[in-house]
């Protein structure tokens, strides 16, 4: 009983550090983009600044596919179309759009964008319909 | 014997720590490829630049991405602390040899170690967020 003890033990203890520090070597897919994020962009452009939040849900291809509790500006707004890519290295892309309130249809586009490696944000730089300049972060809700 | 082994494995058990909550931090932890990402405005100016970049012992050994509109070359380093804050600059230069900065005055490295979030200014002063995503 003791010698089952110390090797589940002894498990254990090989098991731990793997659980601590960053993960490596990962591949992604387009499925890790599935699920719930919240979007939070700040811009700027010429004389004026601007900013977009919201939770979006993306499906399994990265398409937009719900929206809730979205504003551009001081306008409610909603996601409703366009997606994110993501290559394998975690290199991002795409484009979203949507309609506000107050000024009808939007749309950021991504210029350069990376998936971190726990697969939880998303970070990306954008220039929006405006010609805003975006600095982009979105974190996984679930 | 076999009750004093198992009563030390159980203790180190109990101590070492689990999951993102990893203890410390160190410039090796800057090691390896990061994406840069930064936004920054100063009354009618905005400005932005992104890149990959490669540290070694908080030093820049390579990097290169896009400022404003033009490509860049990237240099500089970073000076992280044991508590996980960040410190320092990323220079380059793009088009015909002009340089750039950005000075990231206040900066946190989170506990899963493959993120930075930072503010402070670039070469004109101008205010800027930053972000670093560990790719590698």
Same mark, same amino acid.
């Given at each position: 009983m003791n010698r089952i003890l110390s090797v589940v033990i002894l498990a254990g203890l090989l098991f731990?550090? @793997?659980?601590?520090?960053p993960a490596q070597a990962v591949d992604f897919t @387009? @499925?890790?983009?599935?699920g719930a994020w919240h979007l939070h962009a700040f811009g700027a452009y010429e004389v004026k600044g601007t900013f977009y939040y919201g939770t979006i849900t993306l499906n399994n291809e990265g398409q937009v596919v719900a929206c809730g509790d979205a504003a551009y500006g001081w306008s409610p707004a909603v996601f409703d179309g366009g997606g994110l890519i993501i290559y394998p290295d975690g290199q991002v892309g795409g484009r979203l759009s949507g309609l506000s309130y107050e000024w009808g249809g939007f749309w950021i586009a991504v210029k350069h964008g990376w998936m971190n490696l726990s697969k939880d944000k998303i970070t990306f730089l954008a220039e929006d319909y405006e010609s805003y300049q975006l600095l982009v972060t979105m974190v996984r809700v679930d | 014997m076999k009750r004093l082994f198992l009563t030390l494995a159980a203790v180190v058990l109990l101590l070492v720590p689990v999951g993102p909550a990893s203890a410390g931090f160190d410039t090796?932890?800057?090691d390896g490829n990061w994406e840069f990402f930064a936004l920054g405005y100063y009354e009618v100016y905005t400005t932005y630049a992104f890149g990959s970049l490669t540290f070694d012992t908080g030093l820049i050994i390579q990097g290169s991405g896009q400022y404003h509109s033009s490509p860049a070359q990237y240099g500089g380093g970073l000076n992280l602390a044991g508590d996980g804050s960040l410190t320092g600059q990323i220079s380059g230069t793009y088009a015909d040899g002009k340089s750039f900065s950005y000075q990231i005055l206040s900066g946190r490295m989170n506990s899963r170690k493959d993120a930075i979030v930072g503010s402070g200014q670039n070469h004109l002063w101008w205010m800027c967020t930053f972000y670093l995503i560990k790719t590698n």
């Amino acid at each position: 009983m003791n010698r089952i003890l110390s090797v589940v033990i002894l498990a254990g203890l090989l098991f731990i550090p @793997a659980l601590s520090g960053p993960a490596q070597a990962v591949d992604f897919t @387009a @499925a890790d983009m599935e699920g719930a994020w919240h979007l939070h962009a700040f811009g700027a452009y010429e004389v004026k600044g601007t900013f977009y939040y919201g939770t979006i849900t993306l499906n399994n291809e990265g398409q937009v596919v719900a929206c809730g509790d979205a504003a551009y500006g001081w306008s409610p707004a909603v996601f409703d179309g366009g997606g994110l890519i993501i290559y394998p290295d975690g290199q991002v892309g795409g484009r979203l759009s949507g309609l506000s309130y107050e000024w009808g249809g939007f749309w950021i586009a991504v210029k350069h964008g990376w998936m971190n490696l726990s697969k939880d944000k998303i970070t990306f730089l954008a220039e929006d319909y405006e010609s805003y300049q975006l600095l982009v972060t979105m974190v996984r809700v679930d | 014997m076999k009750r004093l082994f198992l009563t030390l494995a159980a203790v180190v058990l109990l101590l070492v720590p689990v999951g993102p909550a990893s203890a410390g931090f160190d410039t090796a932890d800057l090691d390896g490829n990061w994406e840069f990402f930064a936004l920054g405005y100063y009354e009618v100016y905005t400005t932005y630049a992104f890149g990959s970049l490669t540290f070694d012992t908080g030093l820049i050994i390579q990097g290169s991405g896009q400022y404003h509109s033009s490509p860049a070359q990237y240099g500089g380093g970073l000076n992280l602390a044991g508590d996980g804050s960040l410190t320092g600059q990323i220079s380059g230069t793009y088009a015909d040899g002009k340089s750039f900065s950005y000075q990231i005055l206040s900066g946190r490295m989170n506990s899963r170690k493959d993120a930075i979030v930072g503010s402070g200014q670039n070469h004109l002063w101008w205010m800027c967020t930053f972000y670093l995503i560990k790719t590698n």
